[in-house]
């Protein structure tokens, strides 16, 4: 019976670090795409600008299955896997996926004050890039922290 426990913590870790990060970015992204549409209105010789930032909370979907990757290619998830190993899928999993569904949901809410200033004229695109950056940091960290369990795997 431990070893369908096991199997199934794993599994669980794995599943939450694609979901949660996956629904971060889409929740980010669809923030940037709405103040997109809203700038639009305004300005629409800066699409350019508003898609890369739109585009920029994205990144959290692709840390979480990174970290899919970066653990089930280690982990060999089966019967013969200790309840260690699997609470540490889980608990990376956990890690990574709150990580980057918060950081991307915040990183969408810079981004769309920077496209709706920018659609009123303001010249921070490069601004509103490097104070985006500070929420994808704790995204890196995270990802960097699942890197650092999948070796112990």
């Known amino acids: 019976m431990e070893t369908n426990v096991t199997v199934i913590l794993a599994y669980t870790g794995l599943a939450l670090m694609v ?15 709405n103040a997109t ?3 639009l209105k305004k300005r629409d010789d800066a699409f350019g600008n508003y898609m890369l930032l739109s585009a920029l909370p994205g990144t959290q979907g ?9 653990i089930n290619g280690k982990a060999i998830i089966g019967p013969e896997m200790t ?7 889980l608990a990376a999993g956990l890690i990574l ?31 509103t890039m490097i104070l985006a950056v500070f929420p994808e940091l704790y995204a890196i960290i995270a ?11």
């Open 19 to 33: 979901m949660l990060s996956g629904i971060g970015s889409a929740i980010g992204t669809a923030m940037g795409g």
């Open 37 to 39: 549409v809203g700038a």
């Open 62 to 70: 692709l840390y979480g299955f990174g970290g899919f990757f970066i």
């Open 83 to 89: 309840m260690t190993q699997a609470l540490a899928i």
């Open 97 to 127: 996926g709150a990580v980057c569904l918060i950081s991307a949901i915040r990183q969408g809410s810079v981004c769309a004050n920077g496209i709706a200033a920018i659609g009123s004229g303001h010249n921070v695109f490069g601004n």
């Open 143 to 153: 990802f960097a922290a699942t890197f650092i369990i999948s070796q112990s795997l």
